[in-house]
């Protein structure tokens, strides 16, 4: 089986595809091999195509009966639908420990199943094998790579590459490592190295424009997809990037248009609409983006998905209708997103600084290494995402839609010294109840919160009482 994308690019793998698909078309029995049809499998299960490869495997049982080779195509289906102990099962049931073909696939299952460890010694034993080829050298170490083990793998193709310096598999996966441990001005080179061999390669330029995206030079990232497609304009992926760039360069009417070609092929997407709705918000179109916003919810509340979506999108919303002085409105959107977050593992992006008033949505995609250094730096809890998502209103001055997120961070947090500590300036600057001002104040004080004192741009002192604490602020 071949999995590389340049190999269906190929003369003799279209003839395959062409004829397998004009026999299906035609309602006709064509013999084909074992190797061919997992090759056709493989290309339909890269373009996400599960029901085209189930009916590839129901072919290759009715030409080979369930032999070790079709029972790998049905341990692939069964991982690309999100079943890797079944897919496992099913690769345990056919044994062959030196099917290097058969290794790989396990260590993919192990990995889909989280079990680093156990994957990485499958893709190791691959490794110290004799006579695999480069492919297979390749797709064990990206395996690793996948596994977190970035510097492993670095280690290894730097001593692969004092031998075979031009050897192309060792170098993209050394480049890769370098990505994944943030050496990127290293990946750069490699990747320039690489394009100095080969110019008209759209994977990479397009690595080329990632890297240079999550380092945050969107000037040069844009450079890079453009150029991706200049060789070849039918690359969605290098559209999509080319759009996160202009809207960081501030370009928001380029980005409108671009995203707008990707909905009209892609209604329900989240993503596009999203930027396109925040593009008009940064344009001061807040109508439109309102609009956007409300197809958004309906999109989620459809397909019964909601979540960090549906928070930033109301969020945002509030953020519109604060700015329109519609506080009832602006309250009602704060209060339903609150109850859309529920889980930090999907609300991390509430930690990630974002453009003047209004929140960004990311996927894996749109992340930069500040990015995740931020996000993965420890497990966050509910209550910090609530908290960071308080600062950053209070910081654009949103002070009556910060009180949220803080009254619901204060009901889980071990200590609220800070989150009273803000809980107290608002309800100061807005003349809200003097007991809970003062009971506010006394927390955050017991506390040791010098949160309270910078907000209200007072020197530190341990020891001042609550009551010096008002005196002091209500003589400013």
């Known amino acids: 089986m071949n999995n590389d994308k340049d190999f269906f690019e190929t003369p003799e793998f279209r003839m395959v595809i062409k004829r397998y698909e004009q026999m299906k078309a035609e309602n006709i029995c064509s013999y084909f091999d074992t190797g061919e049809l997992a090759d056709i499998l493989s290309y339909y299960l890269r373009q996400g195509c599960t029901k085209e490869a189930k009916e590839v495997f129901e072919t290759a049982v009715r030409l080979h009966r369930r ?135 759209s994977f990479y330029w397009e690595q080329l424009g990632h890297i240079y995206y999550m380092i945050e030079r969107y000037g040069k990232a844009l450079e890079c997809f453009e150029y991706e497609l200049t060789i070849d304009d039918n690359i969605e992926y290098a559209r999509m990037m080319q759009a996160y760039c202009y809207f960081k360069l501030g370009n928001y009417n380029e980005c409108i248009a671009i995203f707008h070609s990707l909905t009209s092929k892609y209604p329900d997407s989240i993503m596009p609409l999203f930027y396109i709705a925040l593009s008009h918000s940064h344009n001061g179109e807040c109508n439109i983006a309102m609009e956007i916003y409300r197809r958004i919810l309906e999109i989620n509340k459809e397909k019964e998905r909601n979540g960090i979506e549906s928070a930033l999108t109301l969020i945002n919303m509030a953020i519109i209708y604060d700015n329109a002085d519609r506080e009832k409105d602006a309250d009602q959107c704060m209060e339903v997103a609150m109850q859309h977050i529920t889980k930090a593992s999907d609300s991390k992006q509430l930690l990630l600084c974002h453009k003047k008033d209004f929140y960004e949505l990311r996927d894996k995609e749109n992340m930069t290494f500040r990015d995740m250094n931020t996000t993965e730096t420890k497990e966050w809890e509910l209550y910090e995402l609530f908290y960071s998502l308080s600062l950053s209103l209070i910081k654009e001055k949103k002070y009556r839609l910060a009180l949220y997120p803080l009254y619901i961070a204060r009901d889980s947090a071990p200590d609220t010294s800070d989150i009273d500590a803000c809980i107290a300036y608002i309800l100061y600057i807005h003349n809200g109840d003097k007991i809970e001002i003062s009971n506010m104040i006394r927390s955050a004080i017991e506390g040791k919160s010098n949160t309270l004192f910078e907000l209200f741009g007072i020197r530190y002192d341990a020891n001042m009482g609550v009551q010096q604490f008002i005196k002091e602020i209500s003589n400013r």
Do not use: H, W
Request: net charge negative; with cysteine.
């Open 67 to 201: 032999t070790p080779e079709t029972l790998k195509m049905k341990a692939r289906i069964e991982l690309a639908e999100g079943m890797p102990s079944e897919a496992l099962r099913t690769v345990e049931e056919i044994g062959g420990s030196n099917d290097t073909d058969l290794q790989l696939l396990k260590a993919d299952i192990l990995l889909s199943l989280k079990d680093y460890k156990a994957a990485r010694y499958v893709a190791r034993t691959i490794l110290q094998q004799c006579n695999i080829t480069d492919e297979i050298a390749y797709d064990a170490l990206e395996i690793m790579l996948d596994c977190g083990f970035a510097q492993e793998v670095l280690d290894i193709t730097e001593k692969g590459l004092q031998y075979f310096p031009s050897n192309r598999n060792l170098l993209e996966i050394f480049a890769e490592a370098l990505i994944e441990i943030q050496k990127t001005d290293k990946a750069i080179e490699v990747y320039n190295l690489l394009l100095d061999e080969n110019p008209y390669s």
